[in-house]
């Protein structure tokens, strides 16, 4: 029942909702075959519209289309896409047990009961929920609950398989664990998938390529740590964890300049006039003059690191990653290590 994975093009496709509302832009996007693709915004962005759109749930506006493969599916029924899907909530049947759950669409689809038996145990065996199958969805965790949609959504052998916030209604512990899990059996099972959520961290765990959307369209595509090094755009920066702002003159980025805390940094003047630094790219010395120095305002111990506030002259306050056993204290000066390398351009929105 295995099926070849195959590419997903979406091609000039929008949502104008009856009521005027634009819930998407024209859009185009490709996902290779097997690949897991996350779309990652803000609510509202448009995620959803665009992946209900794939699915066959909602149509594009006129000159929109959407191509499974070579075929052409976009005035095709959500029923004849052949698409797996796996929702927020799971929609899973209280009254079914595990077993019962994952064959649901087999049995539709009208799989001979022995067949349907086979397959059904080794999606079992699959996403490990050996001893559970006669469980009910209000015995199970929700780590557990989340395996058997999966498990039900893949059962049919799908071309497609599509996430809306699959782990949004775990906590934050058990996210964590799941989140693992789900990457892992992803990549075993080489379905092209598209994985909608807000997640920043969830979404570069679990997918090889990211969309960043905003606003109703998607404002860069690439592997994660592309977008996080190289953001096209401050919102793609600010929305892949935290992001220092560093302002500077027209004179100052003109002399390839940055002054910060009494010193000045080369910065290449392409750069404009507003320049990204990440935290973790700060480091910590003993004030002296050559070197940006400025006063800890605040300080929080978490865990893994020790995440500090510092008041600096010409700028915002810096947020800064120091490592664990950092011992600075709110209120002490503090000299700052910056490699001019690490300068994140802060390019225009489109």
Known sequence: MKTDPLAIQVEACAKTYP????????????VEAGEIMALLGPSGCGKTSLLRIIAGLETPDHGGRILFGDQDVTQRPVQARKVGMVFQHYALFPQMTVIENIGYGLKINRCPDHERTVRVGELVELVRLNGLENKRPAELSGGQRQRVALARAIAVSPRVLLLDEPLTALDAKLKESVRDELAELLRRLRITTIHVTHDQHEAMAIADRLAVMRA??????????DLYRSPEHAFVAEFLGRINTLSRSVEDASRDLLLLGGAQLTCPSTYGTKVLLRPEDIRLSQPAQSIPCGIVLQRQFLGDRVHLRVTIENQNALLIDAPRDCKTIAGERIGLVIDPLTFIPCKDEK
């Open 19 to 30: 009521d005027g509302t634009q819930g998407l832009l024209a859009t185009t996007l490709r």
């Open 216 to 225: 109703g369209q998607i404002v860069q595509v690439g592997i994660a740590e």
